[in-house]
C-alpha cells in the first residue's frame, strides 16, 4: 500500500494501482518517458516514474489495474516508484452482464 512505501526507500517493490493519468515528454536526448499517477486498494496516491528503457518494454495501456515492479524513492520527501517493469492485469468479466 503507498502508505508503507516510506519503510521501503531504496528496496525494488511491487504494488498493485489502478490506473489514473499518465504525462508523456522527452528526455533531452529526445526518448520518450512518462510520470504515472495510479491509486492503491485504499484510493491513496501512488506516483510512477517510467524511464525510456522500462516504458518501451513496459508500457502504460491506459485505463485498468497495473502490477508495477519499482524502486521506491524518495525525493524531498516525496514518494515516487521508478519503474523497472509492469504488467496490466486482466479483468474478469461480469457473468451478470448479459449481450
Known amino acids: 500500500m503507498a502508505k508503507d512505501l516510506p519503510d521501503y ?3 525494488t517493490v ?3 494501482g489502478n490506473y489514473v493519468c499518465e504525462k ?3 528526455t533531452k536526448q529526445k526518448q ?3 510520470f504515472g499517477t495510479f491509486h492503491d486498494a485504499n484510493f491513496d496516491f501512488l506516483d510512477t516514474v517510467h524511464f525510456t528503457d522500462s516504458l518501451s518494454h513496459s508500457p502504460l495501456l491506459g485505463a485498468g489495474t497495473y502490477l508495477i515492479e519499482a ?3 524518495s525525493d524531498y520527501g516525496h514518494i ?3 519503474v523497472a517493469r509492469m504488467a496490466k492485469l486482466p479483468i474478469r468479466p461480469d457473468p451478470r452482464m448479459t449481450e
Open 9 to 11: 526507500i531504496g528496496q
Open 32 to 34: 520518450p518517458m512518462s
Open 24 to 26: 508523456r515528454l522527452l
Open 80 to 82: 515516487s516508484l521508478i
Open 14 to 16: 511491487r504494488v498493485v
Open 71 to 73: 524502486k521506491v524513492s
